[in-house]
């Protein structure tokens, strides 16, 4: 079984920064993508970035020249760098892990981490 434990998340003021890492446990080939969602409170959980297995990243455009997904294989964690911050992104902010086995996509997430940006 996949674990992934987030860390990193708390309370910055706007135009801080706070690096979010998520190590990724148990079964960890196969992996197609690990990806950051987020969910501000009365809202739908959105994607944030990703990265494949081949190393690409895709941005949502409201991050895009601030957020910076990066991973580390031998440590098995990703991390999302996030600069500039501003009040909007105030949510709490979930690991992704699609695995990919027999040709079906199997997902896993965290348990997710609060991020607070004080304006």
């Known amino acids: 079984q996949v674990q992934l434990v987030e860390s990193g998340g708390g309370l910055v003021q706007t135009g801080g920064s706070l690096r979010l890492s998520c190590a990724a446990s148990?079964?960890?080939?196969?992996?197609?993508?690990m990806g950051w969602y987020r969910q501000a409170p009365g809202k739908q959980r959105e994607l944030v970035a990703a990265?494949?297995?081949?190393?690409?990243?895709d941005y949502a455009d409201s991050v895009k020249g601030r957020f910076t997904m990066s991973g580390d294989n031998v440590k098995n964690t990703v991390y999302l760098q996030m600069n500039s911050l501003k009040p909007e992104d105030t949510a709490v902010y979930y690991c992704?892990?699609?695995?990919?086995?027999?040709?079906?996509?199997?997902?896993?997430w965290g348990q997710g981490t609060q991020v607070t940006v004080s304006s």
């Open positions: 992704k892990m699609v695995r990919r086995y027999a040709t079906f996509d199997y997902d896993f």
């Open positions: 148990g079964i960890t080939f196969r992996i197609k993508t």
């Open positions: 990265i494949t297995s081949g190393g690409s990243t």
